[in-house]
């Protein structure tokens, strides 16, 4: 696996080591393209900004990083600066053309979250969502795919909403349905690999094969080790085999501008 879009840094409150020490672990192991994407900063009307986001005091010093880094190791490795982004409908345009000025290169679309906007709704990981957030979250994920702005969306099947199996294959056959029209990949979670989480759910990719979406893999790094997580890459490559997916070994980065 020599393409990784998908890196977190110390910056988001929840991981850990600095972005050389990622940027050497990438290198050491073969990477020829890497990007860093940590959660979007945004700051709400009333103020509020997210803790395991970026912050917006801290954006300068995580592009300087970035870009010191890119040019430090260019004759290794090619490094993009993003960032994963929830899908707010009312505020999508507005981050977009701040993200832009800040420097960001490419998106991935993460919709961690479903509900009101002010400050933010509810957590899709929790165990067992109701069938009225699964369908809150296919809407949003698919309103995201079509701004033509995400290089590809991750961790799809991260929100457990299978307390109705026909209703799960339903709603998300819709979201395969427009990932393939949008020609949006969708993305194997190596983070729910090597966490044992609910993601990879095996059902989704079945569902995905079917409909014939490509996908990508994605590293989703908050540690130095799985800026390269060789384990995690057999499992992931069965997934693919078993439900006959289009696997895209080397994604690029969408330009946003
Ligand atoms: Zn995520
Ligand atoms: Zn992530």
Avoid at 45 to 74: A, T
Avoid at 150 to 174: G, Q, S, W
Avoid at 204 to 212: D, H, N, Q, R, T
Wanted: aromatic content about 14%; glycine content about 6%.
């Amino acid at each position: 696996m020599t393409v990784n879009l998908h890196t977190h840094t110390y910056h988001c409150g929840h991981a850990t080591c600095t972005p050389e020490e990622y940027v050497k672990r990438a290198i050491e192991n073969g990477v020829k393209v890497m990007g860093f994407s940590e959660h979007v900063p945004f700051k709400f009307p009333n103020g509020k900004e997210l803790d395991s986001h970026l912050q917006m005091k801290d954006v300068p010093l995580y592009f300087e990083e970035i870009k010191q880094l890119r040019e430090k190791y260019k004759d290794q490795i090619e490094i993009h600066i993003g960032f994963e982004v929830e899908y707010l409908p009312k505020y999508f345009n507005q981050m977009y053309e701040q993200c832009i000025k800040m420097g960001a290169e490419y998106f991935l679309l993460g919709q961690h979250f479903v509900g009101n906007e002010e400050p933010w709704g509810h957590w899709v990981g929790q165990y067992q969502r109701p069938k009225e957030d699964l369908t809150e979250y296919v809407d949003l994920a698919i309103e995201g795919m079509k701004t033509g702005k995400f290089t590809y969306l991750c961790h799809p099947d991260v929100i457990d909403a299978t307390n109705d199996m026909d209703f799960y294959i339903k709603e998300n056959t819709r979201l395969c349905k427009a990932a393939r029209e949008y020609g949006v990949p969708l993305e194997i979670n190596f983070f729910g690999i090597r966490d044992n989480r609910f993601y990879p759910f095996d059902k989704f990719w079945e569902i995905a094969g079917k409909v014939g979406c490509k996908v990508v893999f994605g590293f989703d790094a908050h540690d130095t080790l799985a800026a390269f997580d060789r384990d995690s890459i057999p499992v992931a490559k069965q997934i693919v085999e078993k439900y006959n997916l289009t696997l895209i070994e080397n994604p690029k980065p969408v330009n946003l501008i």
